[in-house]
T-cell receptor
Framework: NAGVTQTPKFQVLKTGQSMTLQCAQD?????MSWYRQDPGMGLRLIHY???????DQGEVPNGYNVSRSTTEDFPLRLLSAAPSQTSVYFC??????????????FGNGTRLTVT | AQSVAQPEDQVNVAEGNPLTVKCTYS??????LFWYVQYPNRGLQFLLK??????LVKGSYGFEAEFNKSQTSFHLKKPSALVSDSALYFC?????????????FGSGTRLSIRP
């Protein structure tokens, strides 16, 4: 059981470049989300989705786009990378958003550096 | 709006001693509360949760947490610390009475257990 898979594990971008961070889960979870982790700031929610075709903004959505065309995949797009987006990005999924109380399952993260 | 505070960036404890990692929260409705642990270069792993019922919740690896509604706190505890407990710990909250599905994390507390 693979769980939540994130690719790539590491990425270096130049300012202004675009890229997509991939996230896939094989647990048929309805809820998926993206967080960024920065020293001293913990995890901050970027975007989340409660099901295919539905997305919403989190705490820090600016500079990021998402889409949810299938239950399994939830890619995060950086259209024009900035040094402030240097961070570790985590994707997480949850079985049912309506139950509210099931734990999140996290991927192992993508470490992004923007120069 | 939801928020979580972890007032201590780092907690240092001698092996065998009891440990406490503090967490306070703010939500409009009733809280669902969670603790997660992160080991180096890995995603977060679920430790325990409070949904309703007993204020003392038991979780993985001998950890427990005490919910205190009047103090809006959910402190993580363990009677006897192990060196292997050294990691980064995150408290998280979700508003149980809200249709929104956001899970908000605290800034994290680094737990260091010395032999």
């Amino acid at each position: 059981n693979a769980g939540v898979t994130q690719t790539p594990k590491f990425q270096v971008l130049k300012t202004g470049q675009s890229m997509t961070l991939q996230c896939a889960q094989d647990m048929n979870h309805e809820y998926m989300s993206w967080y960024r982790q920065d020293p001293g700031m913990g995890l901050r929610l970027i975007h989340y989705s409660v099901g295919a075709g539905i997305t919403d903004q989190g705490e820090v959505p600016n500079g990021y786009n998402v889409s949810r065309s299938t239950t399994e995949d939830f890619p995060l797009r950086l259209l024009s990378a900035a040094p402030s987006q240097t961070s570790v990005y985590f994707c997480a999924s949850q079985k049912e958003p309506s139950s509210y109380n099931s734990p999140l399952h996290f991927g192992n993260g993508t470490r992004l550096t923007v120069t | 709006a939801q928020s979580v505070a972890q007032p201590e960036d780092q907690v240092n404890v001698a092996e065998g001693n009891p440990l406490t990692v503090k967490c306070t929260y703010s939500v409009s409705g009733n809280p669902y509360l969670f603790w997660y642990v992160q080991y180096p270069n890995r995603g977060l792993q679920f430790l325990l949760k409070y949904i309703t019922g007993d204020n003392l919740v038991k979780g993985s690896y001998g950890f427990e947490a005490e919910f205190n509604k009047s103090q809006t706190s959910f402190h993580l505890k363990k009677p006897s610390a192990l060196v292997s407990d050294s990691a980064l710990y995150f408290c998280a909250v979700r508003d149980a009475d809200s249709s929104a599905s956001k899970i908000i994390f605290g800034s994290g507390t680094r737990l260091s257990i010395r032999p």
